[in-house]
């Protein structure tokens, strides 16, 4: 038979389980081939704690051309930028084109600021991660820590943002060299709205004693170099503009003629198979599983990897695809920034506490770890 091309474009959170599975059960009839413009893959579940200063840089990141290597998967150092689905062809930045068999898209999204006048100039967005690092340093007056920002807002009362605000609070609490900058949330649509009462309420509280401000039904229209505007026509004066609102499928996509949501991600269905193209597969925040609207969240895109592994090789084999089902209930665990952090489950369950932390702590070290060795 014929030798499988299996192209992973991207290195989320599910293609890096694929490259895992592959290297420990090689499939005799697969070649593996990896697209990324980035050979770090960053474990968003860290972030907060490497902003915080919990984490290093190099703690946070999974190496994908060592992982590659351990699979025998060829890589190609840059970004897919469209899909000539009728050939089969991924189409690449430098404009050559990658033939597939099976494509697979973990490619994560992009930040929709659209509807805020200026944000893509003077904001930093929280996605892509990369991006972010590159740029967040720098921001915070690292090298020179009496030119750090004094007044800071987060446009965005999610986990993240409220877990992006704590842990600037804890990076930028305040020494000999610098003063204890004012650090606001823009929650247009309320704190932490998915999570359940007891957890806001416990959050809120967290956020009061950190001296994190947080501006409810505030709804950011406009961001400049030294603040930003209110839908109302308010003002706030801001050295530093982080937008952690929401995000969309990357602008590319939108030419494939693949089967979208309105947010521009993949439809799949519960083989996370495109439904309008079963020779693509997408998982993690760039697909939408039909009939249903989940969190932009990492505990998705890892717990579709092990499915997506399967299906692969399923495909290669010409056997029935696995369904994916997701969780009724995700465990959603958010640091403060302070060795501690507030777990929340389902619709009462929340805590909050040193051990939580370290809970958090192994869960995502253990992850990242477990791509560094076969």
């Not at 400049?224 to 990357?250: K, N, P, Y």
């Not at 193209?277 to 932009?296: P, V, Y």
Request: with cysteine; aromatic share 6%; net charge positive.
């Amino acid at each position: 038979m014929a030798e499988h091309h299996i192209v992973l474009v991207g290195g989320g959170h599910s293609h890096v389980q694929v490259l895992r599975a592959f290297a420990r059960q090689p499939e005799p009839l697969a070649r593996l081939t990896l697209v990324s413009d980035s050979l770090e893959a960053p474990y968003s579940g860290m972030l907060p704690g490497h902003i915080a200063g919990l984490y290093s840089r190099e703690a946070m990141h999974i190496d994908l051309a060592a992982l590659a290597a351990r699979c025998g998967a060829d890589v190609v150092p840059q970004a897919a930028v469209g899909i000539d689905r009728p050939e089969r062809r991924v189409v690449l930045a430098d404009g050559s084109h990658l033939p597939y068999d099976t494509l697979s898209l973990n490619i994560g999204i992009t930040p929709d600021l659209s509807s805020v006048t200026g944000a893509d100039r003077f904001a930093l967005a929280l996605k892509p991660i990369g991006r972010l690092l590159a740029k967040l340093e720098g921001a915070l007056g690292s090298e020179t820590p009496a030119k750090a920002p004094g007044r800071i807002l987060v446009v965005g009362g999610g986990p993240a943002g409220v877990e992006v605000a704590l842990a600037l609070r804890a990076r930028l609490a305040g020494s000999e060299h610098r003063s204890r900058p004012w650090i606001g949330i823009a929650a247009g649509r309320g704190l932490v709205p998915r999570l359940n009462p007891r957890a806001r309420g416990k959050l809120a509280r967290v956020l009061v004693r950190k001296d994190v401000e947080v501006l409810s039904s505030c709804r950011i229209t406009e961001v400049a170099a030294d603040g930003a505007r209110t839908e109302d026509g308010r003002w706030i004066a801001s050295d530093l503009t982080i937008m952690a609102t929401a995000a969309r499928g990357q602008p590319w996509l939108a030419g494939t003629d693949l089967p979208l949501s309105p947010d521009g991600s993949v439809l799949v269905g519960p083989s996370l198979a495109s439904t309008g193209d079963d020779a693509i597969f997408a998982t993690g925040d760039c697909a939408e599983l039909i009939g249903q609207r989940l969190d932009k969240a990492g505990v998705y895109a890892v717990r579709q990897g092990p499915i997506l592994a399967e299906n692969l090789r399923r495909r290669i084999r010409g056997e029935p695809l696995m369904a994916y089902r997701p969780q009724a209930r995700a465990l959603a665990i958010l640091s403060t920034g302070d060795g501690r952090a507030v777990a929340s489950w389902g619709d009462r369950f929340a805590v909050e506490g040193r051990w939580v932390w370290w809970w958090k702590d192994w869960i995502d070290r253990r992850f990242v770890e477990g791509f560094s060795s076969p």
